[in-house]
């Protein structure tokens, strides 16, 4: 197996969320003032965003929070929770998911090197 299969993998964090009626009743303007308060995440993570709405009844939105700091990604999401988006509160946590994406091969890296 190649030496990149034996480094930390990459954490990610699956978080469903709901918007909540107070949230869609603000104009878009203050949505986006709201948004902007929340603390920049540091450069060791990554945060992707997918409208779900439309097609699901169970949540509004997914939010993908990777990184390879167990402790950053802890980090971003006390912050998170204790920002005016779930403070407000305008959303909801539905799930939060954790993964590893090819865990399987950092597995059988693991112990291929054992041996």
């Not at 480094?7 to 969320?17: D, G, Y």
């Not at 948004?35 to 009844?57: H, M, N, V, W, Y």
């Not at 509160?89 to 597995?107: N, R, S």
Request: charge should be negative.
């Amino acid at each position: 197996m190649a030496d990149d299969t034996l480094a930390s993998p990459t954490l990610t964090l699956f978080i469903l969320v709901r918007a909540l009626p107070a949230w869609l009743a603000l104009e878009r303007s203050e949505r986006r003032r709201i948004a902007g308060t929340i603390t920049p995440l540091p450069d060791d993570l990554q945060l992707r965003q997918f409208d779900c709405e439309a097609f699901s009844a169970m949540c509004s939105d997914i939010w993908m929070l990777s990184g390879t700091s167990l402790e950053a990604l802890n980090a971003a999401m006390e912050r998170l929770r204790d920002s005016p988006l779930f403070a407000g509160p305008y959303f909801e946590f539905v799930a939060i998911l954790p993964a590893i994406e090819d865990g399987w091969k950092h597995f059988e890296a693991m112990e291929e090197s054992r041996n």
